[in-house]
């Protein structure tokens, strides 16, 4: 059959010469399927990389899925790209790349690796889409990003799986509905971002999306890609920050996907020590092929420039820095200079963050990495890795710990609640109860809570209200906000019922005004990352299990005083800053949280009594399982 597939060479020299070299980052532009007009025909241009292919033809709902009459070209500077343009072809047509290697005589029918949009899975063609989204959100990057989205604002994140956050009957919402209810349920709550967990396409529903099939097509389970905009562009009209999970660290074995792609490893490594990962069955990208590098970047830089994300939240950073990470001696080859570090990893991460930085102005980077792996959060031309933030997962292991332990015994692990401030400041960190910490049997975040029903919540409340007065960052997961009992279930709505209850309706309340005095009060967010932000009163309370410390911003400070205990503390003396009244701007014990309301006292003033090094303190009653937050009035 005479080919339709005409030469067209749309991929210049120095294109393929940057591709090459790892620093080809808007790939999107040249590699998938774009309609176009060439010498007056209308038709889409095709190209794919496939460099041990001996023959690829394109495939679909045009030709019956039979490749005969639309073959590409090789290009003939052995750079491994195949293109061509098909006249008469255009948006909505479904297609696969048909590849045939010599090399085990197969055929393989591949999704392409920089379609815009995909079939609903499970089915697995790619659709030719063109973006016909008009973006009202002039106001939010020219001006609102800058302003909440720095590194110095504050962030209080809700992160969300958007499938189960609510449901009509068994359906999920879709992006135009979460545009509506989503948007306003995160302004109402006072989160200054939402963060969803992986959009990219992927066909195991069970994975959340962490394994992705496709790199640049958001998951058509809720709606097309126009309408994943307007979600991302209902929340900057909000005035909230939009962050995304992704997931470069590894993909899944799809036959349909990026797997042996053209019968050898292009997009995985060919070494299984370094291309296999045990924990989740996956393949890991070839780090050290530069065209792959080229691939990953330009996916962050697509989500960046053509959905106006804010931030992206680098799933996984771990398992890419560590030759050895869950593999056992005999499992893992050292590095040039006979360690584990994955040198390549790094330099992928390195590049990744100054690309990023260097061109989306006041985006945020963040690492999901669980190690004390040195200087995530330092500047990649000191030798750090570049990020912006990163998840403090020792404060959360510790923390939760800590709470989960019967009061009684709290005495015994005071180190456990307060260690984390003695590296508080090493990172820009980010304190995370994310889903990870309401799944595979873990329960939710109150089943952990010790005590009867009143004290799992008043502990619950504790442990907010602790959070948000910490320094760093704060996230929490859909469904901590309200108490929710059950584990979450991705394949369930959140239990929004439990509302009705007047201690989960309290939990809400509690983190609402957390939310508020968070960005309102700048002793509590201005230096989230300075030990200058910070200074104890008082850690050593073992004994009655109480710690006490100051926030501060240049002009301003707050006193934040804990009670781990379920017994009233009365006449409790705490050194304070300086001789003054002292008002409560906020209480975890108050009656609207649900708490006892045991002091209903608004304004303290100082007695002139030496507490903790200080000259003046105040005497005052804790609440069972409470916090106070403090400000001292002006004069």
Not at 252 to 276: M, T
Request: proline residues 4%; negative net charge.
């Amino acid at each position: 059959m005479e080919n339709k597939t005409k030469v067209h060479n749309y991929f210049t020299d120095f294109d393929v010469n940057l591709f090459r070299a790892g620093k080809h980052f808007k790939l999107y532009e040249k590699f998938g399927a774009h309609p176009m007009e060439v010498d007056g025909e209308k038709g889409v241009y095709f190209a794919v990389y496939a460099p041990s292919a001996d023959r690829v033809r394109v495939v679909g709902s045009f030709n019956g899925w039979i490749g005969e009459g639309y073959d590409l070209y090789v290009r003939w500077d052995s750079s491994g790209i195949w293109e061509g343009f098909a006249p008469g072809l255009g948006e909505g047509e479904m297609y696969k790349f048909e590849i045939f290697s010599t090399k085990d005589g197969r055929i393989r029918h591949k999704a392409d690796p920089y379609a815009f949009k995909t079939e609903l899975m499970p089915k697995s063609a790619s659709i030719i889409w063109t973006s016909k989204h008009k973006w009202k959100d002039k106001k939010w990057m020219t001006k609102g990003r800058a302003e909440k989205n720095q590194h110095e604002s504050p962030f209080a994140v809700y992160e969300v799986h958007l499938g189960s956050w609510k449901k009509n009957g068994t359906d999920s919402l879709s992006y135009k509905e979460l545009g509506k209810d989503l948007v306003d349920y995160v302004k109402e709550m006072g989160f200054t971002h939402v963060e969803m967990m992986p959009i990219t396409e992927h066909p195991y529903y069970p994975s959340w999306g962490y394994l992705s099939t496709s790199y640049f097509a958001p998951t058509s389970r809720y709606g097309d890609p126009d309408e994943l905009k307007f979600l991302v562009d209902s929340f900057h009209k909000a005035g909230i920050g939009v962050l995304v999970d992704w997931v470069p660290a590894h993909f899944p074995n799809d036959e349909f996907a990026l797997a042996d792609f053209d019968g050898s490893c292009v997009y995985e490594h060919f070494d299984r020590q370094k291309g296999f990962h045990p924990d989740w069955n996956s393949l890991i990208f070839n780090f050290e092929r530069n065209e792959i590098r080229s691939f990953l970047i330009s996916s962050a830089f697509y989500w960046f420039e053509h959905f106006h994300f804010d931030g992206l939240r680098v799933d996984a950073v771990s398992s890419m820095l560590y030759l050895d990470y869950s593999r056992d001696e005999g499992q893992w080859s050292p590095n040039i200079f006979g360690g584990n570090e994955y040198l390549a990893a790094k330099d992928f991460l390195r590049d990744l963050n100054i690309a990023i930085y260097g061109t989306f102005p006041n985006v945020q980077m963040i690492a999901e990495e669980s190690t004390a792996f040195p200087g995530v959060t330092k500047p990649a031309h000191t030798g750090g890795l570049g990020f912006g933030k990163k998840w403090m997962m020792g404060w959360m292991n510790d923390t939760l710990e800590y709470f989960s332990r019967d009061p009684i015994y709290r005495k015994y692990h005071h180190n456990e609640i307060s260690f984390s401030m003695t590296y508080a400041f090493t990172e820009n960190f980010m304190l995370p109860l994310s889903h990870d910490e309401v799944v595979h049997g873990k329960g939710s975040i109150i089943s952990r809570m010790p005590g009867d029903d009143w004290q799992q919540f008043a502990n619950l409340r504790l442990l907010y209200s602790y959070m948000y007065t910490h320094p760093g960052d704060k996230l929490l997961f859909m469904g901590n906000e309200i108490g929710q009992r059950s584990e979450w279930n991705f394949n369930e709505s959140l239990e929004w019922f439990v509302l009705d209850y007047t201690l989960h309706k309290g939990i809400q309340q509690l983190v609402k005004d957390l939310n508020q005095l968070y960005v309102e009060e700048s002793a509590l967010n201005e230096k989230n990352f300075s030990p200058d932000g910070f200074e104890w009163i008082s850690y050593d309370d073992h004994q009655n299990s109480v710690l006490s410390y100051v926030r501060k911003s240049e002009d301003e400070s707050v006193l934040v005083i804990c009670n781990f205990t379920p017994n009233v503390l009365h006449g409790y003396k705490i050194g304070v800053p300086g001789k003054g009244k002292y008002k409560v701007l906020l209480n975890t014990d108050s009656v609207k949280y649900g708490g006892s309301g045991s002091s209903k006292k608004r304004v303290y003033s100082t007695i002139a009594e030496k507490s903790h090094g200080r000259e003046y303190s105040l005497e005052m009653s804790l609440a069972p399982l409470g916090t106070v937050i403090l400000k001292k009035e002006k004069k």
